[in-house]
């Protein structure tokens, strides 16, 4: 089998301009038929953080996600929605190249952080996965103190040279994270102790403790109680004035409510891209209508 770095390294591809030339091409008219699994709408932006093109991913013999072009636009909150298998959570790991840790998964085609090609043999994964944070689904705190859960990824990354240093960067992120008010006087009980809630803004604050340009999040409200959902989605309308965020969700109240942008799935095929009220609205392909509309999924 051949690696996944050698299969992605084409530093060569000529870098997307972003000035719409290609999306013509695969622009198709309105309420275009399920049977047509060209993306339509708006995959490419100008300004992009993450350029991906022609992506496919493979477990074994089956073919999971099939030439996924579309961008990531700097300092935007684009969601990724979807009945369940259809690709979503698969394409997300593809962005900080989470599906390396699986032996049967093999990625081709092109992504791009900023200018850098991340499936380049050159590329360390470890400072990658800090440029391109995670967030799961299930809160996923150490078992370690509240401090130490943040400051872990700093310390291991040479971002602090002194304990005054590594305190500041722990304030600074729980203080982003929403929750420096409700801990900051037992920093040194453990995070698994804390609510649900709290948990995974806890796990928010690990992310961008290691100032990552990037945030992935993989449906992070999904075993959050409504309140603790509102706390969160909060906090991601306050990050994305510094951060470009990519959100897995089931929950298409949610989509509406945190995204600039929305990219439908369906069976591995990127069906349709464009901003969130248009699609809601007004989406151009039937497959995307009729899961908008609750005929399935």
Sequence with gaps: MESMGAVLNRSEVPFPTGDGQVLEETRQPERAEPEN???????FVDDPRMTCRDVNVYYGDKHAIRNVSIDVGRNEVLAMIGPSGCGKSTFLRCLNRMNDTVDTCRVSG???????????????????RAQVGMVFQKPNPFPKSIYDNVAYGPKIHGLASSRSELDEVV??????????????????????GLSGGQQQRLCIARA??????????????SALDPIATATVENLIAELQEQYTIVIVTHNMQQAARV????????????????????????????????????RFG
């Excluded at 699994?37 to 995959?43: A, D, M, Q, S």
């Excluded at 961008?208 to 409200?221: N, Q, S, T, Y």
């Excluded at 439908?264 to 209508?289: A, C, K, M, Q, W």
Aim: charged share 30%; aromatic share 8%; glycine share 6%.
């Design 259 to 294: 995204s600039q942008r929305t990219a439908y799935f369906h069976l591995g095929d990127l069906i349709e891209v464009g901003s969130t009220d248009r699609i809601f609205t007004n989406p151009r392909h039937r497959l995307t209508e009729d899961y908008i509309t609750g």
């Design 171 to 192: 304030e600074r992120s729980l203080k982003k994270a929403g929750l420096w008010s409700e801990v900051s006087d037992r920093l040194d009980q453990p995070g698994t």
């Design 37 to 43: 699994r060209v993306t339509v709408g708006e995959p």
């Design 110 to 128: 092109v992504i791009f952080l900023d200018r850098l090609n991340i499936y380049d043999k050159s590329v360390d994964v470890v400072p990658l």
């Design 208 to 221: 961008i403790a290691v100032r990552p340009e990037v945030i992935l999040m993989d449906e992070p409200c």
